[in-house]
């Protein structure tokens, strides 16, 4: 984005988009027929009526819409907030042993009631957000619960850090694979990037004299601290993907869309954090690292940006909707942080990459993959387990703030 560029016209481009896909979902995510919203729905919004229920999709619908209504203040978007809130809580949150399930039936019967820490640090995020747009304390409340639940079963007070999955009970699990594209690791780079998430969203939302805050805020500075020194390879500019108990690495890959989002994900629980703990001022040098080196090895010459790189074999993977949505927020925030005007001519690259690319024109919504990659009617689904207003609807919120 070069110096001059219209920021104003920028920002209301984003907020536009914004608001499109939260009409998008409005209208074709919610399930009538069952409650909540559809587990599925294919690329010309045609729903999948037996797709099971996974909670990051509804974590991450919670989280988004409850955000947005704070923005916006409309009642559909406090509707839907409200609708992804009681179906969580009457249907996804486990009353006998804590946490949130992994996944349900199409009719929301239990279908798998495994406890992924991954899982019940969207859990928090969302149930965080939600308490900050309702000021309903049984929010807060399960934020709470999902947060002591990692903090006395899944933490690792031996090498720090917390485990990758438990059976329902909280039992050993064999398989703690987010999905089969994951190595069997007892430690990655994405649950621990987004518990640091979590307890960002947790710490923000958490009033200045409530009982719990010194408890959650030093749980944060121990995440951070962690991620900035066991995942982040400062050398390399990457992140460690896989990792043993005591963080030995075994990553295959590179993953820029998650070198990208870090950068400003550690920065913003370093913003969080730094009036309580400054010693983390220390870590904006991960921030400017990661940024550094995603831009100058992930911008693709044709704007967009490159998801996984193979170490072994030197292939990229074909990129995805949400790597496009970080690499957005990250450039454009270190451009905000003083990194330089070039980050500001990445951030819209990308954007322009997606509007040319991604924007389904003719359905809605964004398309897994470019459409000069996969033919839409080829691609993955519009929604999904693994698909939600999350990446690219906080990307259009973050996008807006930063050039307002």
Excluded at 38 to 65: C, M, Q, Y
């Amino acid at each position: 984005m070069a110096a001059g560029a219209p920021l104003p016209e920028l920002a209301s481009e984003f907020m536009a988009e914004c608001n499109a896909i939260a009409d998008w979902w409005l209208t074709h995510g919610q399930d009538l027929e069952n409650g909540g919203f559809w587990g599925e729905v294919a690329h010309n919004n045609a729903p999948k009526r037996d797709a099971p229920k996974s909670v990051i999709l509804n974590t991450r619908i919670l989280w988004f819409f409850s955000v947005l209504a704070v923005r916006t203040d409309e009642e559909a978007h406090h509707a839907a907030a409200r609708r992804a809130y009681h179906y969580l809580r009457e249907r996804f949150v486990d009353h006998n042993y804590g946490g949130v399930y992994w996944m349900l039936d199409a009719k929301g019967e239990l279908l798998d009631g495994r406890k992924h820490s991954y899982a019940q640090a969207f859990a928090i995020y969302a149930f965080s957000a939600y308490y900050e747009l309702s000021g309903d304390s049984d929010a807060l409340d399960l934020a709470l619960m999902c947060f002591d639940m990692l903090e006395t079963r899944a933490r690792d007070r031996l090498h720090g850090g917390y485990f990758e999955a438990y059976a329902q009970d909280w039992g050993p699990l064999a398989d703690v694979r987010l999905s089969e594209k994951e190595d069997n690791s007892p430690k990655t780079m994405n649950t621990s990037l987004h518990v640091l998430e979590a307890f960002s969203g947790l710490c923000h939302a958490l009033p200045a004299d409530h009982g719990r805050r010194d408890q959650a805020f030093s749980a944060l500075n121990n995440i951070l601290t962690v991620y900035c020194e066991r995942v982040v390879d400062m050398d390399s500019g990457h992140l460690r993907m896989f990792m043993s108990e005591d963080w030995q690495d075994h990553s295959h890959a590179y993953s820029f869309g998650h070198d990208i989002e870090s950068s400003w994900l550690i920065e913003k629980a370093i913003n969080v954090l730094a009036a309580d703990y400054p010693a983390v001022e220390c870590y904006r040098s991960q921030v400017a690292r990661l940024a550094e080196i995603s831009l100058a090895e992930g911008l693709l010459s044709t704007g967009g940006m490159a998801d996984e790189y193979d170490r072994a074999t030197g292939e990229f993977t074909i990129s995805s909707w949400w790597v496009q949505a970080e690499a957005m927020v990250g450039f454009a925030s270190r451009w905000a942080h003083g990194g330089g005007e070039h980050y500001f001519d990445a951030a819209l690259s990308i954007w322009r990459h997606v509007q040319q690319s991604y924007l389904d024109r003719q359905y809605g919504e964004w398309l897994w993959h470019s459409r000069n990659d996969v033919a839409p009617e080829l691609s993955e689904y519009k929604t999904g387990s693994w698909k939600a207003p999350y990446h690219n609807g906080r990307a259009m919120l973050l996008m807006h703030d930063i050039l307002s």
